[in-house]
C-alpha cells in the first residue's frame, strides 16, 4: 500500500489553516485547563487547608475512579455511543472480589477475577450494540440495572470487609513519600495507553470517522463493529479496575458501591470538551475536566458547603460549557468581525475561490 | 437583458450580494423573470446560483441589492413570508413528512377546517385529488409520504405550491435524482404552469434540460450575474464558455487504451429481489459503463462486489484471486477502490479534514510501528491532493467547506494513494460543475490508460456512451444487454434499460 506514489505534485499545500498558537490555544481543551489552573490558584490562596497536606491526597484517591473510567468513556462517546453501565460494572467487581475473598480467595486471584468479569460484562455491551446493532443509550441502561441487579443479589446489603491489610495499603498508599496516591501510576500508565491509541494510533482515527460518519467509514474500510466492541470491552475492564480499587481503598465491598459515578464520568466528558453527538473531543481536556470537577467538590468540602451545592455548581457548569459555544459562534456570525469565530466553524478567505 | 415587457415581471433581482462572514457566497447577483416564463439558471458550482435562491425564498438576507416582487420592493427575513408573498422553492431532495399522508403533506399548517374548528379530512382529499388531476399525475392522496419516489415527492411539493397560488417557482435541480421517464412528467407539468402564467426558475447541471424546458437562461459564474440569453439565440456551447468563463470543446476525453487480462472478474451475483445473476468482467486498462434507469440496481450491484452490502450466492475475485463477500476490507486489499454515489454521506468524513480523508485508507501503511501523527498523515496526503489538483488553503480545512467537485477530488485522491487495481466509480460527476467534469472525465482517461479497470456507473447517458469502453445495461436487477463502444447508442441502451421481458430470457 504505502509503496504506491503518486505521480508529479504539482503544488504543495500549507497543513494547517491556522498557526501553532491559534491552535493550541483557542481550542475547548485550553479553556478547560486555563479554568482549572485558575480554580486550583484560587482555591489555594482563598480555601483554608486547600494547600495542606492531605488534600491533594485525598482529591486524587476520591477522582482516581472518575479518571480511570474516563479514559475509555471518552472514545466511546467520540464514536457516538455511550455506556450507562459503568458504575454497575464497578458495582459488580467490588462484590466479586469481597464475595470471593470471603470464600477463601487471595486478593490478587480475586481482582483477576473480577477483572474478568468486568471484560464479560463489557463484552456483552459491545456485542449488542456493535453486532446486533441496538442502540447504546437503551442497551447501557438494561445492563445498568442488570449488573448492579447481580451485584446486590450476590450480597444482599451486607459488605465484605475484611480485606488483607497488605492490599488496602496498596490502595491507599503514596508514592514514596510523596503525597501522589499510588493509583496514579496504574493510571497513568493507562492514560498513556488511550492517548497513544485515540491520538496516535489507525485505530484513533477510525473512532473518530465512525463518531463523524459511521457510513462513511465503512465504506473506507473502518471495521466499525470491531472498533465499538473493542470500546466497550476496555471500558468493562476499566470500569471493574476502578471497582476494585475503590472496594480497597474503602475496605468494604458492597453491591451499591459507586452508584451513580457513570454520570459523574459522563459529566466530566462533556465537560472536558467531546461532543455528544460524537467525532470531537481530545483526552487531555476530559482529564482536566475531571480534575475541575475534583478541585470544585475538594475546595466546597473544605468551605464545609454541602454536597448539594456541589452538584448544583458542577451542574451548572456542565450546562454553561455546552451552550458557551454555541451563543459565541452565533454572536460571531451576527457580527461581522475577522477573529471571532471559532475553529470548527471558520471558512477562511479562499474557501470563496475553492467554491461554497 | 431581454427587451423589456410592458408588464412589471415578477420577480427582479438586481446587484444583490450575501456574505457570510469573510467569504463572499454571491458578489452581484442579478435576475429579471417574467410571467408566463420558465427561466433557467445555470453556473457552476459555487457561482452563487444556491444562495441567490436562498435569498429569494427567505433563508438568507440580502446584504446589499434591490429585490422587488411583481414591482413591489420586498425584503424576506423568514421563508414563511416569501411563501406569503408567492414564492415556492422545490429542493432537488424534498422534506415531506414521511409518516403524514400524501394529503397532510399538502395542507401542513393550513388545514381545511370545518364546522367547530374540526379538520375537514374530506374536502382535503378532494381538493388534492383535484391537484394531482390538474397536474396531469396519478398520486393516491391518502397514502403516507414514505415510499414515494423522488419524483413523487417533487410533484407533491409542486401540488403545494399550486393550492398555495405561488406565482414563483423555483426548482433547485429537480431532476438531478430522476429517470428520463419522471423528468418528461416533470417537464409536462412544468409547462403547464408556464402556460397558467406563472413564472418558473429552473437551476440545472445538465444542458439538454435546459434547452429543451427553459425559453431564458441566466449565467452566473463566480457569484456574479453573467449574461441573460434567449434560450433560441444561443447555444450549449456558448453557454459553458459563459459559464466558465473559457472554451471547453470536448467534454468526454476519452483516449483509447490498451485492454490487458480481466481484473475484475465477478460470477453469478445474486441478492434476493435485488439483482439477479449478474456476470461482469472488466479487464486493465478498460472502462466498463454501468447504465440503467434509476432503482435498476446499479448502485446495489457495485456496493455488493465491493463489499459494503452482502450478497446471496455468486462470487468476486480480483486479479483471478476470490475476494471475499461482504467485507470491504478485503476488498480493499484485493486492489479494489470504491467511489460512491452519495460524497457527503458515504464518500467523505464530511466534516474530517482534506488529510484525514486522503490518508482515510492508506493511514495503516503510512504508521511507523503502529503509530501514527498528523504530521505523517500531511506527509503522505499532500502530494495526492496536489495530484488531483484539490483546491484548499490548506491540509486541515475540512471537507465541507469545499465545493462538490473539490470534494469528489478529494474521495478520488483518497483512493488512487492505495494503488488500486480497480476502481469503482459511481455517478462520478453528480453534481459538480462543467469544468470540473471535464477534469474527472480526462482524469479517468488517463488513468484506464496506465492500465487501471474501471467500472463506472452512471445515470447520464452522454457520458456513459462517451467514455465507456463497453457499456452493460441493468434493466431491473438483470443485465439486459451488453454493447461494444461502437454499438452504444442512445437507443439501443434506452431499449435495454426498459425492455426487460423479452431480454431476460
Given at each position: 500500500m504505502s509503496t504506491h506514489k503518486p505521480t508529479a505534485p504539482a503544488r504543495t499545500y500549507a497543513a494547517y489553516s491556522a498557526p501553532l498558537w491559534r491552535r493550541v490555544l483557542l481550542t475547548r481543551e485550553t479553556a478547560v485547563i486555563a479554568l482549572t489552573a485558575a480554580v486550583i490558584l484560587y482555591s489555594i490562596v482563598n480555601v483554608p487547608n486547600f494547600d495542606g497536606p492531605l488534600t491533594l491526597k485525598f482529591l486524587l484517591q476520591d477522582i482516581a475512579p472518575i479518571l480511570l473510567i474516563a479514559l475509555p468513556m471518552t472514545l466511546v462517546i467520540i464514536t457516538g455511543e455511550i455506556d450507562l453501565s459503568v458504575a454497575s460494572i464497578m458495582g459488580l467487581s467490588s462484590v466479586l472480589l469481597g464475595v470471593l475473598h470471603e470464600n477463601g480467595m487471595s486478593v490478587p486471584a480475586a481482582a483477576l477475577l473480577a477483572l474478568l468479569a468486568g471484560l464479560a460484562c463489557g463484552a456483552l455491551n459491545g456485542f449488542l450494540i456493535a453486532y446486533v446493532g441496538l442502540p447504546s443509550l437503551a442497551v447501557t441502561i438494561g445492563t445498568l440495572a442488570l449488573f448492579r441487579g447481580i451485584a446486590v443479589g450476590l450480597l444482599g446489603t451486607k459488605a465484605v470487609t475484611d480485606f488483607t491489610e497488605k492490599w488496602s495499603d496498596v490502595a491507599t498508599g503514596t508514592i514514596g513519600d510523596s503525597r501522589i496516591p499510588l493509583v496514579i501510576i496504574p493510571f497513568a500508565v493507562l492514560a498513556v495507553a488511550f492517548v497513544v491509541l485515540l491520538?496516535?494510533?489507525?485505530?484513533?482515527?477510525?473512532?473518530?470517522?465512525?463518531?463523524?460518519?459511521?457510513?462513511?467509514?465503512?465504506?473506507?474500510?473502518?471495521?466499525?463493529?470491531?472498533?465499538?466492541?473493542?470500546?466497550?470491552?476496555?471500558?468493562?475492564?476499566?470500569?471493574?479496575?476502578?471497582?476494585?480499587?475503590?472496594?480497597?481503598?474503602?475496605?468494604?465491598?458492597?453491591?451499591?458501591?459507586?452508584?451513580?459515578?457513570?454520570?459523574?464520568?459522563?459529566?466530566?466528558?462533556?465537560?472536558?470538551?467531546?461532543?455528544?453527538?460524537?467525532?470531537?473531543?481530545?483526552?487531555?481536556g476530559v482529564l482536566a475536566g475531571v480534575v475541575l470537577i475534583g478541585v470544585i467538590s475538594s475546595a466546597l468540602r473544605l468551605e464545609s458547603v454541602t454536597v448539594n451545592v456541589t452538584n448544583i455548581i458542577v451542574g451548572c457548569l456542565l450546562v454553561a460549557s455546552v451552550i458557551l459555544p454555541s451563543v459565541l459562534a452565533s454572536t460571531s456570525s451576527r457580527l461581522p468581525r475577522k477573529a471571532a469565530t471559532p475553529p470548527e466553524s471558520r471558512p477562511t478567505q479562499n474557501a470563496a475561490s475553492a467554491g461554497v | 437583458m431581454i427587451a423589456s415587457n410592458t408588464a412589471a415581471p415578477v420577480l427582479e433581482l438586481r446587484d444583490v450580494s450575501k456574505s457570510f462572514g469573510p467569504v463572499v457566497a454571491l458578489r452581484s447577483g442579478s435576475l429579471r423573470v417574467d410571467a408566463g416564463s420558465i427561466h433557467a439558471l445555470v453556473g457552476e458550482n459555487g457561482a452563487g446560483k444556491s444562495t441567490l435562491v436562498k435569498v429569494v425564498a427567505g433563508v438568507h438576507r440580502r446584504?446589499?441589492?434591490?429585490?422587488?416582487?411583481?414591482?413591489?420592493?420586498?425584503d424576506f427575513s423568514s421563508t414563511a413570508e416569501s411563501k406569503q408573498a408567492g414564492i415556492a422553492v422545490i429542493y432537488q431532495e424534498p422534506t415531506l413528512f414521511p409518516d403524514l399522508s400524501?394529503?397532510?403533506?399538502?395542507?401542513?399548517?393550513?388545514?381545511?377546517?370545518?364546522?367547530?374548528?374540526?379538520?375537514?379530512?374530506?374536502?382535503?382529499?378532494a381538493e388534492a385529488e383535484g391537484l394531482f388531476t390538474r397536474l396531469g399525475v396519478r398520486i393516491d392522496p391518502r397514502r403516507p409520504a414514505e415510499g414515494l419516489s423522488i419524483a413523487d415527492q417533487q410533484i407533491i411539493e409542486i401540488a403545494k405550491a399550486i393550492s398555495l397560488d405561488a406565482r414563483l417557482l423555483v426548482m433547485d435541480e429537480p431532476t438531478a435524482a430522476l429517470s428520463g421517464v419522471e423528468v418528461e412528467r416533470l417537464f409536462a407539468v412544468a409547462r403547464s404552469l408556464r402556460d397558467e402564467g406563472r413564472a418558473l426558475v429552473?437551476?440545472?447541471?445538465?444542458?439538454?434540460?435546459?434547452?429543451?424546458?427553459?425559453d431564458t437562461v441566466t449565467v452566473m459564474r463566480d457569484g456574479a450575474y453573467i449574461d441573460t440569453r434567449r434560450i433560441d439565440e444561443t447555444s450549449p456551447s456558448e453557454l459553458v464558455s459563459l459559464m466558465v468563463g473559457r472554451d471547453v470543446d470536448d467534454l468526454f476525453p476519452k483516449v483509447p487504451a490498451e485492454i490487458g487480462a480481466p481484473v475484475l472478474q465477478v460470477r453469478g451475483l445474486n441478492r434476493a429481489g435485488v439483482f439477479h445473476d449478474i456476470d461482469l468482467e472488466v479487464r486493465a486498462g478498460e472502462i466498463v459503463g454501468l447504465a440503467g434507469l434509476v432503482g435498476a440496481g446499479r448502485s446495489e450491484i457495485a456496493r455488493a462486489v465491493f463489499g459494503v452490502d452482502r450478497y446471496d450466492s455468486g462470487s468476486v475475485s480480483v486479479a483471478g484471486k476470490p475476494v471475499k463477500g461482504h467485507d470491504p476490507r478485503s476488498a480493499i486489499r484485493a486492489g479494489m477502490a470504491f467511489i460512491p454515489e452519495d460524497r457527503r454521506k458515504q464518500g467523505l468524513v464530511i466534516d474530517s479534514s482534506v488529510t484525514r480523508n486522503v490518508a482515510g485508507v492508506i493511514r495503516r501503511g503510512i504508521a511507523k510501528a503502529g503509530l501514527l501523527t498528523s504530521a505523517m498523515e500531511h506527509r503522505a496526503a499532500g502530494p495526492w491532493a496536489a495530484t488531483?489538483?484539490?483546491?484548499?488553503?490548506?491540509?486541515?480545512?475540512?471537507?465541507?467547506?469545499?465545493?462538490?467537485?473539490?470534494?469528489?477530488?478529494?474521495?478520488?485522491?483518497?483512493?488512487?494513494?492505495?494503488?488500486?487495481?480497480?476502481?469503482?466509480?459511481?455517478?462520478?460527476?453528480?453534481?459538480?460543475?462543467?469544468?470540473?467534469?471535464?477534469?474527472?472525465?480526462?482524469?479517468?482517461?488517463?488513468?484506464?490508460?496506465?492500465?487501471?479497470?474501471?467500472?463506472?456507473?452512471?445515470?447520464?447517458?452522454?457520458?456513459?456512451?462517451?467514455?465507456?469502453?463497453?457499456?452493460?445495461?441493468?434493466?431491473?436487477?438483470r443485465i439486459t444487454a451488453e454493447l461494444d463502444r461502437a454499438d452504444a447508442t442512445p437507443e439501443a441502451v434506452m431499449h435495454a434499460a426498459t425492455h426487460h421481458l423479452e431480454a431476460a430470457r
Open positions: 491520538h496516535f494510533s489507525t485505530f484513533g482515527r477510525g473512532v473518530y470517522d465512525i463518531g463523524l460518519n459511521d457510513e462513511a467509514a465503512h465504506f473506507t474500510g473502518v471495521d466499525v463493529a470491531r472498533t465499538k466492541f473493542i470500546l466497550f470491552v476496555l471500558s468493562g475492564v476499566v470500569s471493574a479496575f476502578a471497582g476494585i480499587y475503590f472496594t480497597l481503598r474503602f475496605g468494604s465491598a458492597r453491591g451499591d458501591n459507586a452508584t451513580g459515578y457513570e454520570l459523574q464520568v459522563i459529566a466530566a466528558v462533556l465537560l472536558g470538551g467531546v461532543s455528544i453527538f460524537g467525532g470531537r473531543g481530545r483526552l487531555h | 446584504d446589499t441589492g434591490t429585490f422587488e416582487l411583481g414591482g413591489e420592493p420586498v400524501v394529503t397532510e403533506n399538502i395542507f401542513m399548517g393550513r388545514q381545511l377546517l370545518s364546522r367547530g374548528r374540526r379538520i375537514d379530512r374530506q374536502a382535503m382529499y429552473f437551476i440545472s447541471h445538465r444542458f439538454d434540460e435546459v434547452f429543451a424546458l427553459a488531483l489538483e484539490v483546491k484548499t488553503s490548506a491540509l486541515d480545512m475540512t471537507a465541507a467547506t469545499m465545493s462538490g467537485g473539490n470534494q469528489q477530488k478529494v474521495v478520488i485522491a483518497k483512493w488512487l494513494a492505495t494503488g488500486p487495481k480497480l476502481l469503482i466509480i459511481d455517478e462520478p460527476t453528480r453534481g459538480i460543475d462543467v469544468g470540473t467534469k471535464a477534469e474527472v472525465h480526462r482524469l479517468l482517461s488517463e488513468l484506464a490508460g496506465q492500465g487501471l479497470a474501471i467500472l463506472m456507473i452512471s445515470s447520464e447517458l452522454p457520458e456513459v456512451l462517451g467514455m465507456a469502453d463497453r457499456v452493460l445495461v441493468l434493466c431491473e436487477g
